[in-house]
């Protein structure tokens, strides 16, 4: 069945993905997003097609459309962006969630919010189970994104208590792959930029902290399934690659799989930089019937050609 889709952050990394695999299936998409983040190219293989619209609005004012099903991805998601404007970042979480559920709410139609793993903060349970109730700072620099997305999720509970709202929480794990900005600071583009282009691997802290990394592909079929599961949902569910790797680590297979000359560099640790993160899946292999398919390296690899294409593009001085 055709459906009217709304995915805000269409234009950002994840939305884009989503965008096309929607659009692929027939369905009709409009991604609302304000280019905070995300670029107009990411959907350039889309803007030709009849049943895809792009609409700039920014989620902290309201919007009223009619559709289908609601997927809430506007958020920015690296720590470089959404600290260069704390205050927006809370807001178009809290601010964005009050009105995409009211929307969901009038026209009575299901609703998933993209939740972060960072609603589990600095963790001291590992591997991190949905009912973890985390350990977040309130006041540090990371407090802006991870307080913002724990009000989002308290805000989908009570309008689905109060109101009886459909929702899907979808608690995403770091996430890679092609389109990511090049600029966003995330450890996988930073590493495979530099590494491409022969400059210092700048590593953070002693390298041993680690991180579970789920490619682009298998993270965006995880939130479609939740949107479209039909057993009882209680609550948000994990979705990621359940493969923990250290920061050094990945610097490493970055190296080898590139091929490169550069050297690792060390650099202080951010504040407030959690020290271990991997998700316990149990939830959406059981409900969803979901696991990410692509390994670490695979990943690695199709990522590294996409952003080789980019340097390529860009006649990227450094890179020969
Ligand atoms: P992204 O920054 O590439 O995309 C976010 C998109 O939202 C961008 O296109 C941006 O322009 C848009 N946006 C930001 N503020 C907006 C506003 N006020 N109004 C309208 N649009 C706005 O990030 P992403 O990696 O694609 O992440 C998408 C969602 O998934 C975010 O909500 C993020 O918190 C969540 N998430 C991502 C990851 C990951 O590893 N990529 C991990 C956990 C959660
Ligand atoms: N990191 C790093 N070098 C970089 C960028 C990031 O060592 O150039 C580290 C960072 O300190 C963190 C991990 O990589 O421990 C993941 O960082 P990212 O910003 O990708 O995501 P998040 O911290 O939100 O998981």
């Known amino acids: 069945m055709q459906k009217r889709i709304l ?8 939305g884009c993905h989503l965008c096309e695999r929607l659009v692929a299936q027939g369905h009709q998409v409009i991604a609302v997003d304000n280019y905070y983040t995300g670029r107009r190219e990411n959907l350039s293989a889309l803007l030709s097609q009849p049943n895809f619209e792009a609409l700039r609005h920014d989620v902290t004012f309201p919007l009223y459309l009619e559709v289908d099903e609601i997927y809430n991805l506007a958020c920015p998601a690296s720590p470089v962006h959404y600290q ?8 178009t979480s809290v601010l964005g969630a009050i009105h995409m ?3 969901a709410k009038r026209l009575g139609i299901p609703i998933l919010q993209a939740s972060t793993s960072e609603i589990y903060g600095d963790p001291d349970v590992h591997p991190q189970v949905e009912d973890y109730r985390g350990l977040v700072s309130i006041s540090g620099p990371r407090a802006c994104y991870d307080e913002g997305k724990r009000c989002a999720e308290t805000l989908f509970y009570d309008y689905k208590r109060r109101h009886g709202v459909e929702i899907r929480i979808a608690r995403i794990f770091n996430t890679y792959g092609p389109r990511m900005n090049l600029e966003d600071g995330r450890v996988v583009s930073n590493f495979i930029v530099q590494a491409l282009r022969n400059e210092p691997i700048t590593l953070y802290g002693d390298g ?5 990394f789920c490619f682009v592909d298998d993270l965006v079929e995880g939130l479609m399934r939740l949107m479209n599961v039909t057993q009882k949902l209680d609550g948000a569910v994990n979705l990621g690659n359940p493969v923990e790797t250290s920061m050094a680590e990945i610097a490493q297979l970055i190296v080898e799989l590139t091929g490169s000359r550069s050297q690792i560099v060390y650099r202080p640790l951010p504040q407030d930089d959690p020290r271990q993160r991997c998700p316990d899946i149990s939830k959406a292999q059981e409900l969803l019937h979901w696991a990410p ?12 050609a996409y952003f080789d294409g ?7 001085p450094v890179r020969h």
């Open 7 to 14: 995915v805000t952050g269409g234009a950002g990394f994840l």
């Open 84 to 91: 260069r404007d704390p205050v927006q970042t809370t807001k």
């Open 208 to 212: 041993r902290q680690t991180r579970a």
């Open 293 to 304: 398919k692509v390994p670490l390296q695979e990943g690695l690899q199709r990522t590294i």
């Open 310 to 316: 980019v340097l390529s593009a860009m006649h990227d």
């Open 101 to 103: 559920l009211g929307m």
